[in-house]
């Protein structure tokens, strides 16, 4: 009975041991949690990660504050410190909590965080308000000129199909004209080709010269 009373107290002392050992590996809660870009169906979360901790990844537990609506978000193999959350009801109060993974398991979750979500009217004050930020205005720029250097690109590559097009055209008519005078050389008439006549006691006139013959007439 001692003996049997003994090996569970042993096992009871290297569980806990256990415990304590994979509890001290696993990595402290986030810091600094916020919630940002507040919009009537969405908002995004961020943190921080102390100093010398391992983390592959994190957890999201977030909640409505009437209860009627709980979520949790778990990510692995990221390196990321912010998470957008989606599908979120308008004017709606929130409660979130962060935690992060580790190798042996997932830290403690970090203080309560609340927030509320916009009217989809101040959803639309917020949205004219981000085009004014400085942020914003230099992101729509960037786009801007990335627009331009595309349409400049396509402008070049058009005018080089032209160049190219009016090229192989005039090569063709070139090419048929040339064909031509050599066709024109081939099937020329054989009677420019034959001998010329020569006048004034030439050839002809040789051919056809007409004999005359000289009589002597002798009175008596």
Known sequence: MISLLTFGSLLLTLFGCHICFAGANRPAAPVNVSVTHLRADSATVSWNIPEGETVI?????????????????????????????????????????????????????????????????????????????????????????????????????????AVIALFCKQYDIIKDNDSNNHSKEKTKPLSEQSTPEYHNGGLLGSKFQKTSSHVSIIKV
């Open 57 to 161: 990844g994190f957890a999201i537990s977030q909640q409505r504050q009437d209860g009627l609506m709980q979520r949790f978000i778990r990510e692995v193999n990221t390196t990321s410190r912010a998470c957008v959350l989606w599908d979120l009801d308008e004017d709606m109060d929130y409660i979130i909590q962060v935690q992060s993974v580790g190798l042996n398991g997932e830290s403690l979750a970090s203080k309560k965080i609340h927030f509320r979500t916009l009217k989809k009217s101040e959803h639309f004050q917020s949205t004219m308000m981000d085009q004014e930020d400085p942020a914003v205005e230099g992101l729509n720029i960037s786009r801007h000129l990335q627009t331009e250097e595309i349409l400049i690109i396509m402008t070049v590559l058009l005018m080089w199909a």
